[in-house]
């Protein structure tokens, strides 16, 4: 789902809910069908909780937690588990899930877009998807919009399919044939520019689903020109329908965060997605009080920093640019390694990130820290950071002033998996050089970054080589009238996950063994 909530909303945002806090754990392998017996007593618990959230996404109605939710994952997550549902339970579900133009059983049905059983349903279609849309009551778009939405659509359509995704899946035949459907309908109510989810009893294959989509009736409810606002949204809705196509069970922040990016891949010009940064690791808790902003928070950790963190994916793609049809190929193989159709597939999104990094020569590790030292200094590491203002990511260590008196400092930091923290030395008059000395705690996970912050206002980064013990040492820059910082990164990149579907905000919903390792930094300067 694409979610605009108005700015008036951000200080409310205090945590989005998504999906992974409905415990409802997204497999990467194949879903059992709806022929399935009882489920357990958890099983069945964990569906209602996705019920319950499901309708509250559908009407804008804020969380238990007074929060806005997103309808995409959290319908997701109703489709994967409704099968444990009965009688009532699992009525509502099915109205929940059901299309715009499928009568109500229920004069209280709750769901976003409703056409009404007299309604005058317009359709124009191409070889591969169908628009519906009416142009009478609260749902009506005009015949001249609908026409920019089809042609959106078989742009973004096409673009896919040449740069080597694949394409949504077949439906069942409900509105006539099997092409993909899409629905005009008036979404902004609810604090949502569009969404997609699936009707079906269970997977086509493995954890591929098929998918439907529905985007605003007219997009004027925002800053952006209304055929602005519907192009990135048709670049990001129709992105998850692809993701369905292999695995629509996997980790919600890799969903969101990778459609996300491809909003600047389509449409590079329009640049809303830059508003998203501030609630991702490049963000600052403070900029919106908005407190898992910045980079404490773990990049696989599902909340409204899924969206935000779509600039790890900008990090990654400027820096393997290799792009098929102007899309980044590194995009499609992550999504290409978590494919469920073509057997059981067990990686979840960190793995398949570590997997498609090591075919092209390199590490999360070596990337992931690279990409947190980058956020200390965007504007020499973005190709669109000065012009687009993206944020600075926050220090997070006490800075250091060393001095002829005192010219050695230490600091340490507890890191969670893929989190990092920054610190910065302040040079003094005399001094010359700075010796970096590390202690990463013996992971092979964590990795220390050194950018020297030059009077001149450029910077020069160098990684820290270490032991097998995590122990290393690095000798940079430090004289005053040359330098004016020296900032140290520390990064724990570690993608090991344990007890996976339990229900957590992170990867495969289960923890990591390697939260809370302690990393420790030695300043001292030299000649």
């Known amino acids: 789902m694409r979610l605009r909530p108005p700015v008036a909303l951000l200080a409310s945002l205090l945590t989005v809910t998504l999906g992974t806090t409905l415990a409802v754990a997204p497999s990467a392998g194949a879903a059992d069908g709806p022929g399935r017996p009882d489920r357990t007593p958890a099983e069945v618990k964990a569906a209602k909780k996705a019920l319950a959230a499901a309708e509250a996404a559908a009407t804008g109605e804020p969380s238990p937690a007074g929060v806005v939710r997103d309808q995409t994952l959290a319908m997701r997550d109703l489709m994967v588990a409704k099968d444990a549902l009965r009688g009532d339970d699992r009525a509502a579900a099915e109205r929940l899930l059901a299309r715009p133009t499928t009568p109500p059983d229920n004069p209280d049905d709750p769901r976003d877009i409703y056409y009404g059983e007299d309604a005058d349903l317009q359709t124009q279609c191409s070889e591969t998807f169908c628009l519906h849309w009416v142009e009478e009551g609260p749902n009506a778009a005009t015949p001249e919009f609908a026409a920019t939405a089809f042609d959106t659509i078989g742009h973004v359509a096409a673009v896919y399919a040449a740069a080597g995704f694949r394409a949504p899946l077949p439906d069942e035949g409900q509105e006539g044939d099997t092409r993909t459907d899409f629905y005009l309908g008036d979404l902004d109510t609810y604090f949502a520019f569009g969404f997609c989810r699936s009707d079906a009893d269970g997977p086509v294959d493995g954890s591929a689903w098929y998918a439907y989509c529905g985007f605003d009736n007219d997009y004027v409810n925002t800053y952006l020109a209304p055929a602005e606002a519907l192009a990135i ?295």
Request: with cysteine; aromatic share 10%.
């Open 233 to 527: 949204t048709v670049a990001h809705e129709y992105f998850h329908a692809v993701q369905f196509a292999y695995d629509a069970e996997d980790d919600g922040w890799l969903m969101e965060s990778t459609a996300t990016a491809m909003e600047d891949v389509f449409y590079d010009d329009v640049n809303d997605n830059r508003f998203f940064l501030d609630f991702g690791q490049m963000g600052d808790p403070a900029t919106y009080e908005y407190p898992l902003a910045g980079p404490s928070t773990p990049l696989d950790y599902l909340d409204f920093t899924a969206y935000g963190n779509w600039g790890f994916w900008r990090y990654l793609t400027e820096q393997h640019d290799d792009a098929t049809a102007g899309v980044p190929n590194l995009l499609r193989e992550v999504w290409e390694a978590l494919d469920t159709t073509q057997g059981p597939n067990p990686l979840h999104s960190l793995q398949a990130i570590d997997e498609v990094l090591a075919a092209r020569g390199t590490s999360t590790p070596e990337q992931y820290v690279a990409f947190a030292d980058a956020n200390q200094h965007p504007g020499d590491a973005y190709e669109e950071a000065l012009e687009q203002g993206y944020p600075t990511a926050p220090n997070t260590l006490e800075s250091v002033q060393l001095t002829r008196t005192v010219p050695v400092a230490t600091r340490s930091a507890s890191l969670d998996h893929l989190t990092s923290a920054t610190g910065e030395v302040l040079p003094f008059p005399g001094s010359r050089g700075l010796a970096v000395r590390v202690d990463l705690g013996g992971s092979d996970a964590v990795r220390a970054a050194v950018t020297v912050h030059l009077a001149d206002g450029s910077t020069s980064t160098s990684y820290v080589p270490v032991n097998p013990q995590g122990k290393g040492d690095v000798v940079v820059p430090f004289a005053a009238d040359a330098v004016s910082s020296v900032e140290v990164t520390l990064a724990n990149a570690s993608t090991r996950m344990t007890g996976c579907g339990g229900g957590t905000p992170y990867a495969c919903g289960g923890t990591s063994p390697d939260d809370g390792l302690v990393a420790e930094v030695r300043f001292q300067a030299v000649g």
